[in-house]
């Protein structure tokens, strides 16, 4: 049975996602902080055709509460088929306005908590000798853009953590790559000024072809979706 983890999956691209991977009939992990909304997500899980379906309690901010969740996961489910590390923030305000508490927790949410679950899981990952990891980017790992300082050195950093990991995968039988999105009609575009370009579903189907699918001669990629 495959066994996949998806990250912020309250919403957005996490809850898609997660019904993607609900629709191929696998087994889930559903981490986030508890709320009605991780409850819907996995409720609709199980509807969609998840085969199991469980949610991971964890404050992305909390190295102690994510380490706990991938244990949870390694005794529930075994080593993961597939880890997606989708959940994300981001506060638009200028360099000189953005506190030292709004840039360490979107460093902390975005970058650290995946190098935290990815430690935590990859040795039985490599024990098993399978696995993919993927890491959901952005445009913005690529470029900077106004007001988005925190974000987009998040996004830039996890990219490197990425291509490292990558490096570090070679002919292991694991790979890892990054998804790279542009605008997505989701609810962190609202007020940045951008129109949507893709819908979350889209970013959802190519995630879960990275996760599942595509040979892992991708290791290391990084790919980027601009939309339409």
Known sequence: MTRILVTGTSRGIGRATALACAARGVELGLLGRPSPAQTETRELCLKAGATRA????????????????????????????????????????????????SWQEQLQINLHAPFVLTRALLPAMRERGTGRIVFVGSISSTLGTANLAAYCASKWGLVGLMKSLAAELTDSGLMTCAVLPGSVDTEMLVGSGFPARMSAESVAQTLLHYALDAPLAHNGASIEMFGT
């Open 54 to 101: 469980v949610s991971l309690s964890a404050d992305a901010t909390r190295i102690d509460q994510l380490e706990h969740a991938a244990a949870e996961f390694l005794a529930t489910f075994g080593a993961p088929d597939a880890v997606i590390h989708n959940a994300g923030v981001a506060v638009r305000t200028s360099i000189e306005n953005t506190s030292v508490d």
